[in-house]
Nanobody, 121 residues
Framework: QVQLVESGGGLVQAGGSLRLSCAAS????????MDWYRQAPGKQRELVAT???????NYADSVKGRFTISRGNAKNTVYLQMNSLKPEDTAVYYC???????????????WGQGTQVTVSS
């Protein structure tokens, strides 16, 4: 079955950088879009960045100019390069994909388990 696994989270000082990775595996037929969300304790999950199958990208205003989302040459992989990190970036970051797979050609949503990013002052 389809599985999304994130990696690359950790503890970093303000102004530092981290690179998150997400790999989708399983019986995947086609990926329409992949995204990064984040959720801080006590707050709602928010969309951070998204990339479509055509390569179009969108970013939350709070991360624009600092974060970059990209797809790997193997299209089942998505990255989030995070530069100039701020304490308010601290959250659990989740990979999300809209794809066809898991025994069906119909598109549906899949989520990773999340990876913790902590930015200290």
């Amino acid at each position: 079955q389809v599985q999304l696994v994130e990696s690359g989270g950790g503890l970093v000082q303000a102004g530092g950088s981290l690179r998150l990775s997400c790999a989708a595996s399983g019986s995947i037929f086609s990926i329409n879009a992949m995204d990064w969300y984040r959720q801080a304790p006590g707050k709602q999950r928010e969309l951070v960045a998204t990339i479509s199958s055509a390569g179009s990208t969108n970013y939350a205003d709070s991360v624009k100019g600092r974060f970059t989302i990209s797809r790997g040459n193997a299209k089942n992989t998505v990255y989030l390069q995070m530069n100039s990190l701020k304490p308010e970036d601290t959250a659990v970051y989740y990979c999300h994909a809209n794809l066809a797979g898991g025994g069906s050609y119909g598109f549906r949503d899949y989520w990773g388990q999340g990876t913790q990013v902590t930015v200290s002052s």
